[in-house]
């Protein structure tokens, strides 16, 4: 009996150890269902980064497990794109569970009361706070990041001053927060060139004060992902949903469909 049970704790160990292997093997992109929030998960054999935390701890650190092996606690890079709840609001559940390594945020001062709270508790944790414009680049082993906002001649709200991030691997993803109308032209004046992308984040989860139809011409996306839950504000709006018609524009949503990764992104 003892044989037994040696021999099929060691199958177990192996089978263990091929399903491990392959998981840490492949690397993904993943738009979180988080609700109405935004959440995007990168995740290599080298790094893991996150863009913004969504509303809630408790729904996010329940997409981590569901997405990350049980041993990683460790958030290398995580981004902040503004100062809006529904889009850092799970962030003090995110340090008390995991090491976060580095918070990357936009170079703006905001006043919003809980925003300053959280850096006041990310500095007593002594987790370094770097704050990013446009021109500078986050670069890995095995793809970059560009900043395309907020930019340095002019004061923007909030939301306009969003962190945008281009990242290029083996595609290209545009992440806009919730860049509204100045934030989107800002894109369009200083960066024509670079915002073209295969996947992009729908900005302001599809509200059509952030529509612009010259910027969905160029953007030109294969795929465009709104992040979205139960609101009160009816995003996405009808407008942003006729425009991708129009433009034979592929859209998901993950009020609808879940969350929606791209494995070897």
């Not at 290599?44 to 990683?72: A, I």
């Not at 612009?212 to 009816?234: C, D, E, H, R, T």
């Amino acid at each position: 009996m003892t044989n037994w049970i040696l021999i099929f704790l060691a199958v177990n160990i192996v089978i263990y150890s091929v399903i491990l292997s392959n998981f840490l093997s492949r690397s993904f992109l993943n738009f979180l269902n988080i609700g109405q929030g935004n959440s995007v998960l990168i995740f290599n054999r080298r790094n893991v980064f996150l863009y913004d935390t969504g509303p809630s701890g408790f729904r996010l650190l329940k997409e981590l497990r569901n997405n990350l092996p049980p041993f990683q606690k460790t958030i290398d890079v995580l981004f902040l794109s503004h100062p809006d709840k529904d889009h850092y609001g799970g962030t003090e559940e995110l340090i008390s569970r995991y090491k976060v390594r580095i918070v990357l945020i936009p170079f703006i001062e905001s006043k919003e009361s809980g925003w300053l709270q959280l850096l006041q508790k990310l500095q007593q944790n002594r987790i370094k706070i770097i704050k990013l414009r446009i021109g500078d680049i986050v670069k890995t082993k095995d793809f970059q990041i560009a900043i395309l906002n907020p930019p340095t001649n002019f004061k923007l709200n909030d939301n306009d001053a969003s962190l945008v991030l281009k990242i290029q691997r083996k595609h290209s993803y545009l992440l806009t927060g919730d860049i509204e109308q100045r934030g989107v032209k800002n894109l369009i004046n200083c960066c024509r060139d670079l915002i073209k992308s295969e996947i992009i984040l729908v900005p302001h989860h599809g509200s059509k004060y952030s529509l612009n139809f010259l910027f969905w011409q160029l953007v030109n996306p294969s795929l465009a992902i709104i992040q979205v839950g139960k609101n009160n504000y009816g995003h996405p709006h009808r407008e942003v949903l006729e425009t991708f018609h129009n433009l034979n524009i592929h859209f998901k949503r993950t009020d609808l469909d879940g969350e929606i990764k791209f494995i070897e992104f």
